[in-house]
């Protein structure tokens, strides 16, 4: 079993949760332990959900940050033929990069 909610995570998801009329249920989360909720007729851990979105978040943050660094790399070609060289192979780290992010599901 993974780690359980936090202090936060109960004041913040749960709680709020609770109050807005979902209702909690006698099963755990297998994943984080948390409690099962059911609202409109859906059961989902609450905890879970709110750490894919975070990990969704970060990820994308990322590759953010990289498509920046590959656009700035991209618009600032060199002319030397060696430095050129050394432009292109950074890119496409960067674009292998990308790749591995996507494959993960941090972007679409």
């Not at 060696?82 to 996507?102: F, P, Q, S, T």
């Amino acid at each position: 079993m993974g780690r359980g909610p936090t202090e936060w995570e109960v004041k913040n998801i749960i709680m709020p949760l609770m109050l807005s009329g979902a209702k909690m249920l006698d099963r755990h989360c297998p994943r984080c332990g948390s409690p099962l909720f059911e609202k409109d007729g859906k059961v989902f851990c609450p905890v879970c959900e709110h750490r894919e979105k975070q990990r969704q978040a970060e990820m994308r943050g990322v590759e953010e940050r990289l498509m920046e660094k590959l656009n700035e790399l991209a618009n600032s070609l060199p002319e030397d033929l060696n430095e050129l060289e050394k432009h292109l192979r950074a890119m496409g780290v960067i674009i292998d990069l990308l790749e591995k992010y996507r494959k993960l599901g941090g972007g679409k």
